[in-house]
């Protein structure tokens, strides 16, 4: 099993940056791949980005070139840098990883962009 914490949200403005981060339980070298989702109220969760074991990402086409999502197999940690915010960025993230063919889930972390 996978236990995700994330952690880093927060209040920005629009145009403003953010990191969150993802820390697992347990190594996350072998973990097939790691991501963010984001749920905004009343909608449904979307994929925002993913990472592979080797490293090969994904993003969602409303966040390329505003987000990189890394991860820190040392720290057991999935990272995801936010710039350029905007208020549709507002959501709860979610850290997810895939691992064994199970799905796990963080309890999420707030996101507001507003001014």
């Known amino acids: 099993q996978v236990q995700l914490v994330e952690s880093g949200g927060g209040l920005v403005q629009p145009g403003g940056s953010l990191g969150l981060s993802c820390a697992a339980s347990?190594?996350?070298?072998?973990?097939?791949?790691m991501g963010w989702y984001r749920q905004a109220p009343g909608k449904q969760r979307e994929l925002v980005a993913t990472i592979s074991s080797g490293g090969r990402t994904f993003y969602v086409d409303s966040v390329k070139g505003r987000f990189t999502i890394s991860r820190d197999n040392a720290a057991n940690t999935v990272y995801l840098q936010m710039s350029n915010l905007k208020p549709e960025d507002t959501a709860d993230y979610y850290c997810y990883a895939n691992y064994n063919l199970r799905d796990y889930w963080g309890q999420g972390t707030q996101v507001t962009v507003s001014s």
């Open positions: 347990r190594s996350i070298f072998s973990i097939t791949v």
